[in-house]
């Protein structure tokens, strides 16, 4: 049990478009879901907590109108690139919190995105 | 932003031989966790330690915290070349169970 799925897990696209990933707990329900990013042999940055029907919470530093995030049932997360450019390029992770405790987090598989 | 430090950045050893890896953190947490993540992939959950927890065993692994010292330790025993990957510490400070990642270890286990 406990699986996030994450897709698309590659993605290519040119510069100036928007590219949507999205995020599935597979068999619980998430009430928050978070969103990271990670640069070549770094650590994860957090980006944004994503709560069920309310707007995501951003970390400082991070643009909310470049990547939005839609949290639209508990079993659904989506972030979108908007306007994409080369240095978006990176990989992205997210986790989601079942809602037996808030220790429980469990990560997808994450996706590969280069912008041309 | 990062809350953790951890050392080494990386480290190398032969199979059977024990690996430890350090990380420190700055503010007050409710729990530190330790994940394992191979190249290009997602990250595994290792092990979970609370605040008030000072050492915590799982198969071969051990971690330990000291929390006057806002530090922790992962120690890996008997390792395997499959135990080659990255490990980070994440700390969990808040009540929504924001994690922070430690820049992390990468490990390399030659057969």
């Known amino acids: 049990g406990a699986v996030v799925s994450q897709h698309p897990s590659r993605v290519i696209c040119k510069s100036g478009t928007s590219v949507k990933i999205e995020c599935r707990s597979l068999?619980?329900?998430?009430?928050?879901m978070f969103w990271y990013r990670q640069f070549p042999k770094q650590s994860l940055m957090l980006m944004a907590t994503?709560?069920?029907?309310?707007?995501?919470?951003?970390e400082q530093g991070v643009e909310k109108d470049k990547f939005l995030i839609n949290h639209a049932s508990l079993t659904l997360s989506t972030l979108t690139v908007t306007s994409a450019h080369p240095e978006d390029s990176s990989f992205y992770i997210c986790?989601?919190?079942?809602?037996?405790?808030?220790?429980?987090?469990?990560f997808g598989p994450g996706t590969r995105l280069t912008v041309l | 932003s990062q809350q953790g430090e951890e050392d080494p950045q990386a480290l190398s050893i032969q199979e059977g031989e024990n690996a430890t890896m350090n990380c420190s953190y700055k503010?007050?947490?409710?729990?530190l966790q330790w994940y394992r993540q191979n190249s290009g992939r997602g990250l595994v959950h290792l092990i979970l330690?609370?605040?008030?927890?000072r050492e915590k065993h799982s198969g071969r692994l051990r971690v330990t915290l000291d929390t006057s010292k806002k530090s922790s330790s992962l120690l890996i025993t008997a390792s395997r070349a499959a135990d080659t990957a990255s490990y980070f510490c994440?700390?969990?400070?808040?009540?929504?169970?924001?994690?922070?990642f430690g820049a992390g270890t990468q490990v390399v286990v030659t057969p």
């Open positions: 986790s989601a919190r079942s809602e037996r405790g808030v220790n429980e987090q469990f």
């Open positions: 068999d619980f329900q998430a009430t928050t």
């Open positions: 994503s709560n069920e029907g309310s707007k995501a919470t951003y």
């Open positions: 503010t007050s947490i409710n729990n």
């Open positions: 330690i609370r605040s008030n927890e």
């Open positions: 994440a700390t969990d400070a808040d009540s929504w169970g924001k994690l922070q």
